[in-house]
């Protein structure tokens, strides 16, 4: 099993590009989720997935998009860059329900490194 | 809504003992977390304790929960260089499987 993998590793975008970060995932997870790390800030949810066709806003979710048109993946997008998103971004999953039992643990993909000059 | 509150930075000699401390504010926490994450990798789950424990043991790491204080710490027995990443506490509430995530603490082993 691949676990979670995320395409591309870096990506350098000018302000006001566009650019769709694909996560996808082997384990035939339930829920899925985006989040940004950075420095001194922690993880910070953007979106989530609780299975195919529908997604959810979290704590950040200002100028990203998603969709989940396959439970196997989950695309984030950028319509229009910023260097505000200057970040290093992780997709992780898990399953749901009674499946995630006993510790709702997530699996977390190696992450995308992204800057906005 | 919940927060979840680390220092940023330890640094310890080889061999030392380390102890990580974490504070959250969710009073319905039913899970805490502790997950790992190594130079350019993605994060991986440590270990866990129920909101109804007070300590959990598995080799050499010990996690102490005053739940009274809402603290968490996680003890690191004969520390390696192996062990220097950055460790997350985390939480998750009731409800969906929402989990909040600390800044992250930095430990650095020195050899």
């Known amino acids: 099993n691949a676990g979670v993998t995320q395409t591309p590793k870096f990506r350098v975008l000018k302000t006001g590009q566009s650019m769709t970060l694909l996560c996808a995932q082997d384990?035939?997870?339930?829920?899925m989720y985006w989040y940004r790390q950075d420095p001194g800030m922690g993880l910070r949810l953007i979106h989530y997935?609780?299975?195919?066709?529908?997604?959810a806003k979290g704590e950040v979710p200002d100028g990203y998009n998603v969709s989940r048109l396959k439970k196997q993946n989950f695309l984030l997008g950028l319509e229009s860059a910023a260097p505000s998103q200057t970040s290093v971004y992780f997709c992780?999953?898990?399953?749901?329900?009674?499946?995630?039992?006993?510790?709702?643990?997530?699996?977390f993909g190696p992450g995308t490194r992204l800057t906005v000059t | 809504g919940e927060d979840v509150e680390q220092s940023l930075f330890l640094s310890v000699r080889e061999g030392d003992s380390s102890v990580i401390n974490c504070t959250y504010t969710?009073?319905?926490?039913?899970?805490l977390y502790w997950y790992k994450q190594e130079p350019g990798a993605g994060l991986q789950l440590l270990t866990y304790?129920?909101?109804?424990?007070d300590m959990k043991q598995d080799q050499r790491l010990t996690v102490l929960l005053n739940k009274k204080d809402k603290h968490l710490s996680l003890r690191i027995a004969d520390t390696q260089t192996g062990d220097s990443a950055i460790y997350f506490c985390?939480?998750?509430?009731?409800?969906?499987?929402?989990?909040?995530f600390g800044t992250g603490t930095k430990l650095q082993v020195i050899p």
């Open positions: 985390a939480e998750k509430g009731g409800g969906y499987q929402k989990v909040t």
């Open positions: 992780a999953s898990s399953y749901g329900g009674q499946r995630a039992l006993p510790t709702y643990e997530q699996y």
């Open positions: 304790i129920f909101s109804n424990m």
């Open positions: 384990m035939n997870h339930e829920y």
């Open positions: 969710d009073s319905s926490s039913t899970y």
């Open positions: 997935s609780v299975g195919e066709g529908t997604t």
